[in-house]
């Protein structure tokens, strides 16, 4: 079956299934081009909360599909992929989480929206990259605050903010992987490009920045800026809506490793593994099927459903 074909079965069931379809902006271009909203962690967020819909088609990692359900306990969440988990979540069991807890009543718990829901029912409060600044300022001044479960992100919102925090040691592996060194080279190669950094970077290759944010700043800084190319330091899935709404604009993706050949816009090295594992035949067939499902126990919906609350509220 050719695209076209599954796209236009995509589309079918969509109407019979009473579906909304949610893509990040890391997805293939060809499920951004087929869902109603794509964008960053707390916009997808603010959809699912608000969707009408009976059935949450999420194109994006495990993470984001179980935030869908939290928010929408009644309804039917799918995940085109229910093995695209994410290195991030990965690195924050909630179990260590607790014990970690437990050796100091005054925490009080940030988490960053990228971990599992037994996390975020840990947790005083969520954030996101978008809003991670207003969040740890809302924060209790008599609190010791613990953010998890990135550390790279928490430690660009201590620069921002000037409040001590304990940082969980975990990272995203594409983020990491940007090398401060390519980054320069690019720099010497297009010396009028802005360089746009995702803050779950490391400290020196967030300095090389002219903007550190969200994947949705990014889209809108580089929309309304007026130069002409930009060093895109982020999951290169974005270049593909960036194209689309900053028409007659460059974009150059950050190789992750050290390599002889400069990069193009068009170059995939920056791709997530989990991100990729989603395709249009699975988002088909998912919305086919209504499966996989996304299940979590009530207490646990319940528990985790607060902090993300509380977020939604500051934002």
């Known amino acids: 079956m050719s695209n076209g074909q599954t796209i236009t079965e995509i589309r079918r069931l969509k109407e019979d299934r009473n579906a909304v379809i949610l893509a990040h902006n890391y997805q293939v271009p060809e499920i951004q081009d087929s869902a109603d909203y794509v964008g960053d962690s707390l916009g997808l967020s603010r959809q699912a909360a608000e969707t009408d819909a009976e059935v949450i088609v999420f194109c994006g990692v495990r993470f984001m599909a179980e935030t869908a359900k939290i928010l929408n306990p009644g309804k039917v969440v799918v995940l085109p992929d229910i093995n695209a988990g994410c290195s991030l979540e990965e690195s924050c069991p909630p179990d260590q989480l607790a014990q970690l807890q437990a050796t100091n009543p005054n925490f009080y718990t940030i988490a960053y929206i990228n971990c599992s ?166 988002l088909r067939n998912c919305m086919r099927d209504l499966y996989p499902r996304i299940k979590l126990p009530e207490e646990t919906m319940r528990r985790a459903r607060l902090p993300i609350e509380r977020m939604l509220a500051l934002s």
């Open 117 to 282: 829901a037994e996390v975020k029912k840990l947790s005083d409060i969520i954030c996101t990259s978008g809003n991670a600044v207003r969040v740890v300022e809302s924060a209790p001044k008599d609190r010791d605050l613990l953010f998890v479960p990135d550390e790279n992100l928490g430690s660009w919102v201590m620069e921002q903010t000037g409040r001590p925090m304990t940082l969980w040691k975990g990272n995203c592996y594409v983020h990491t992987d940007f090398q401060r060194d390519n980054i320069l080279r690019l720099k010497g190669l297009h010396p009028e490009a802005k360089v746009v950094v995702h803050p779950e970077s490391l400290r020196g290759v967030r300095d090389l920045a002219d903007i550190i944010c969200s994947t949705e700043k990014m889209v809108n800084y580089c929309r309304d800026n007026p130069a002409r190319q930009f060093i895109v330091v982020t999951e290169s899935g974005i270049i593909h809506r960036m194209k689309k709404e900053c028409p007659g604009k460059e974009f150059v993706c950050v190789p992750e490793y050290n390599v002889m050949k400069m990069p193009t816009d068009n170059c995939r090295c920056s791709e997530c593994k989990y991100m990729k594992m989603n395709t249009l035949e699975k």
